[in-house]
């Protein structure tokens, strides 16, 4: 069984770009969901897809988006990049129900 | 918004030493989920509590839910080195595995 993996491993852009970051989830998980983890703080919910449909979303603006592919892979957009987006962004995969979700990696963001 | 507490927010403990950390929540859920995370690493999942009363035990970890005051504990028996880590808890938005995290306990076991 694979579990999930999160790609780039690093990223450092500047402030104004823009950003992708991909997922895929652990085999037979049809829900991804999105958290960005600040330095020293809790991670916090970005947005969940379900069935490639955005399936509820956390207090972030827009510029943040996303897309999930016919098999369950999922990718984290954001658009024109500020200081504070500097954090590692988390994907998580599960299955419908309320079972524990299966975290990745992560992928470290720093924007100058 | 849901909010979500811990406490202590750091904690030392010598080995073999018992304590236990605090998760407080601001509304009504019936699922709590314990995390660990080790420095520069992901989450991983420690324990699944889907109801109230519920209790769960993992080696020298316990975890319990009482969901009529919105509190969860994770009590650490007899402490060692290895179990140094920051523990999160995390709630269900009540919607499907969309989860409010605490704001995590750095814990730190001395030899």
């Known amino acids: 069984e694979t579990g999930v993996t999160q790609s780039p491993t690093h990223l450092i852009k500047t402030r104004g770009q823009q950003v992708t970051l991909r997922c895929s989830s652990q085999?037979?998980?049809?829900?991804v969901s999105w958290y960005q983890q600040a330095l020293g703080q809790g991670p916090q919910f970005i947005f969940q897809y379900y069935r490639e449909e955005e399936n509820g979303r956390g207090n972030f603006p827009p510029r943040f988006s996303g897309l999930q592919f016919p098999n369950y892979s999922s990718e984290l957009n954001v658009n024109a990049l500020e200081l504070d987006d500097s954090a590692l962004y988390l994907c998580a995969s599960s299955t419908t129900g309320w079972q524990t979700q299966y975290f990745g990696p992560g992928t470290r963001l720093t924007v100058l | 918004e849901l909010k979500v507490e811990q406490n202590p927010l750091f904690l030392s403990m010598q080995e073999g030493k018992n304590y236990t950390i605090y998760c407080n929540y601001s509304?009504?859920?019936?699922?709590l989920y314990w995390y660990r995370q080790d420095p520069g690493k992901s989450l991983e999942s420690l324990f699944v509590?889907?109801?109230?009363?519920a209790v769960k035990q993992e080696g020298r970890l316990m975890a319990s839910l009482d969901t009529k005051a919105r509190l969860s504990t994770l009590h650490i028996t007899a402490a060692v080195h290895d179990l140094s880590a920051t523990y999160f808890c995390?709630?269900?938005?009540?919607?499907?595995?969309?989860?409010?995290f605490g704001t995590g306990t750095s814990l730190t076991v001395i030899p």
């Open positions: 509304t009504t859920s019936d699922r």
């Open positions: 085999s037979g998980h049809n829900t």
């Open positions: 995390a709630v269900d938005r009540n919607t499907g595995n969309q989860f409010y």
């Open positions: 509590l889907l109801s109230n009363g």
